[in-house]
């Protein structure tokens, strides 16, 4: 199985917390990874240090066989030189729980900017891709449109399509449905779920456990800055085996 | 009633006398006004950028150049760059120079704070979407952040231009002959005080125009974040 993303044995902490006690991932091409695990637990900390939104203390973390970061002799995080640390992040695409779309740009713009600014693709080309990913996200009509005018459910629909124009070799979602309201959830979930089923790599994570069930292909279950559990949606959700993950479980469903 | 109508002939005709000199006093502080925005907004922007860059030689000379400038008065700054150049290094600026030089550089400080606390209020989540697009530092100030904070900063900046309106009748301090000065040069002469009242209508009148600008360029650049479709 081919590599996308590796790391290993990573520690991050934040003043006095430790958010990450050395967590390993490592994600094949084309599959789909969802992490689940209570609020603190770390799950979001390990997504932003994917592209480095969040600096490591230590660790190895290699994306598509490429070092982004290993850890020196004293056991310090050392970081590749910052133009190849910027390549290797836009190699990650991701997408927000808040969104984080441009709102000084249209949804044409804001899907086009970085092709254009970072890949330098001729802006006709950009544009041209542009429109094909909005379209893919149901959004064809809106391409004139400022984010403002837009439903959560919408902004959100155009901010995957963003991170999808950048080509990423993986697709990163941080709870990207927490701040939409329950019943438009559904019309990012169903973009997320056409996407699992291309061959997009994507570490999701996320609250919604049904979701996370059906469209994963492998669960990681964390607690505490660290993985607790990992396997197949079923492995995890019919048969948990520590406690730890069967009082999660049992708590989501008493929600 | 041919009293009072020829008193009022009579001030009419006084007005028609003071008018050419408050025009001109007008003229003079208009200068003043225009030169000083169009050269300390844009340079306001540099000096903000020095105040949170990384480097730290730079940040303190900005940091530095912001606390002079707004840490003494502005009357003490335009007798500094008029008279003690002048008398310490034997630097002459003619009163219109010198009362540019001080303004631009002390509103550029006003600006530059101004600047700054409109780049800060841009939410994190900008940065770091611009982040993961790969775009490099001065791409993301420059095509995400900044123009975002033209808009926040808006009513700050006309908020300082309307009172650079008034700030310019400092510069009667040195000499230059710009409305305050003219107006009450006619007071003294005439001990009458209707040129003051004009020269407050006039101030007035550039205010008023100021607000009405203003407000125009608020509509303009908030259209875009309005929920309904422009």
Known sequence: ????????????????????????????????????????????????????????????????????????????????????????????????????????????????????????VPKEEALEDGLKYLELVGLLDKKDVYPAQLSGGQKQRVAIARALAMHPEILLFDEPTSSLDPEITGEVLAVIRKLAKSNITMVIVTHEMGFAKEVADRVIFMDNGLIVEEGSPEDIFIHPQSNRLKDFLSSMLLV | MVNVSAQIMETLEYIGLLMPSLMMGAWESLKLFTLTLLLSIPLGLPIT????????????????????????????????????????????????????????????????????????????????????????????????????????????VSNEAIILVKDTALASAIGMAELMKVSRSALNRDTDPTALLIAALIYLVFTMVLTVISTRLEKKYSKHESKEDS
């Not at chain 1, 004293?74 to 990650?92: D, F, I, M």
């Not at chain 2, 010198?98 to 209020?121: C, D, K, Q």
Request: proline share 4%; hydrophobic share 45%; with cysteine.
């Open chain 2, 49 to 156: 950028l020095g105040s949170i860059s990384k480097f730290p030689p730079f940040r303190w000379i900005c940091k530095l150049y912001i606390l002079i400038f707004r840490g003494t008065p502005l009357l003490l700054q335009l007798f500094f760059f008029y008279f003690a150049l002048a008398i310490a290094l034997d630097i002459r600026l003619t009163v219109f120079a010198a009362a540019t030089v001080t303004f631009v550089l002390n509103y550029a400080a006003y600006f530059a704070e101004i600047y700054r606390g409109g780049i800060e209020s841009i939410e994190k989540g900008q940065h770091e979407a611009a982040y993961s697009l790969g775009l490099s530092k001065n791409k993301t100030m420059m095509g995400i952040i900044l123009p975002q904070t033209v808009k926040r900063v808006l009513p700050a």
């Open chain 1, 1 to 120: 199985m081919e590599k996308v993303l590796q790391m290993t044995d990573i520690v991050k902490h934040f003043k006095n917390v430790e958010a990450l006690r050395g967590v390993s991932l490592s994600v094949n091409r084309g599959e789909t990874v969802a992490i689940i695990g209570p609020s603190g637990s770390g799950k979001s900390t390990l997504l932003r240090c994917i592209n480095r939104l969040e600096k490591i203390n230590s660790g190895t973390i290699i994306i598509n066989d490429e070092e982004l970061c290993h850890t020196d002799s004293h056991g310090k995080a050392v970081y590749q030189p910052e133009k190849t640390v910027r390549r290797l992040c836009s190699e990650t695409g991701m997408v927000f729980q808040h969104f984080n779309l441009f709102p000084h740009m249209t949804c044409l713009k804001n899907v086009s900017y970085g092709p254009i600014k970072v890949k330098k």
